[in-house]
């Protein structure tokens, strides 16, 4: 248990042997030096979950996270031991904002793989729709792409079957109208063959001699227009087949695979900043621990060291000043009077 303590001291920033002339004072910085600790800890837990989420790469991974870990660790460790005890409440406050600020920031970034983790079966179901849209968008842009001469192939083939109605209903007409002229039932009411009923038929024969040119004309462009019909249909689904249908599984699409979760689930979006909140609480309590603690018999001892060094230093500079005085007034000339 002494080895734990004095670790958890050293993780304090704490000049520990200073701190064992104030034993009363171990138990908290050997509980902000825990506090640090963990941190750091789940920083590296963070850190390489997140490089294995962009590289999948163990090894990498692993070096990654003690990297980021140790980082944060050092970083949080000299932000508390940066703090001294002051008799000023504000001008403490005022010295430390910086630093919650920076612990605010660093507990941000810390929570963010975390919360990917914490979620993981969620983001991947939400990454299972993404993966649909984005490969629905894809196919919806390459079928714009050939749509507008699909559309036009089809405006044309609608055109040309129309003519040939249009002459089919012509010939009926004429065919009708040359029939009642020989059975009497229209035209000059006279039931013959006689001249007029052979002009209509004339006029029939000559519509449908149209009809079969126009229906041999048209068939072929209609033949020709659906055989393109059928190679872009072929291009177009070769085209689809060949698009990227890699899976998406990169760090930003799990952050925004969390973002559409938390903004159409309520719960969800509730439980993210509770785990945000949770670590903001985590990596600032040192800092807080040390602002509300009331002034101890260790921050008596380091401000007695401070000041002890201090007059040192300004006594050391002043001998400095004497005998380099001393030195100048040996070496001067004497002045004759």
Known sequence: MKRFRDFFLFCSGAHVPMLKRAPSETNKYGGIG???????LLAAFSGGYALWTVFSSPWGAVVF???????????DRYIVSGMKKRNNFWSEFGMALPRLILAVLIAIVISKPLELKVF??????????????????QEDKVKDRFQQRINV????ITQLNTAIQQQATKLDTLQIIAQQEADGTGGSRKQNLGPIYKAKKADADTAAAMLKRI?????ALIAQKRQELLSIDSTQKATVGGLNRSSIDGLASRLDALGHLT????PVRWANWFIILLF???ETAPVFVKLISPRGPYDDLLEAHEHAYIIFRKETIEKREREHNKRMMIGQPAVNS
């Open 34 to 40: 825990a506090t640090i600790f963990f941190t750091g």
């Open 263 to 266: 903004d159409r689930s309520v």
């Open 120 to 137: 993981e079966k969620e983001i991947n179901q939400e990454l299972i729709v993404m993966e649909q849209q984005v490969f629905k968008t």
């Open 215 to 219: 229906t041999d004309q048209n068939g």
């Open 153 to 156: 192939l089809n405006a044309e």
């Open 65 to 75: 996270g003690l990297v980021w870990g140790l980082m944060i660790f050092n970083l």
């Open 280 to 282: 903001i609480t985590i």
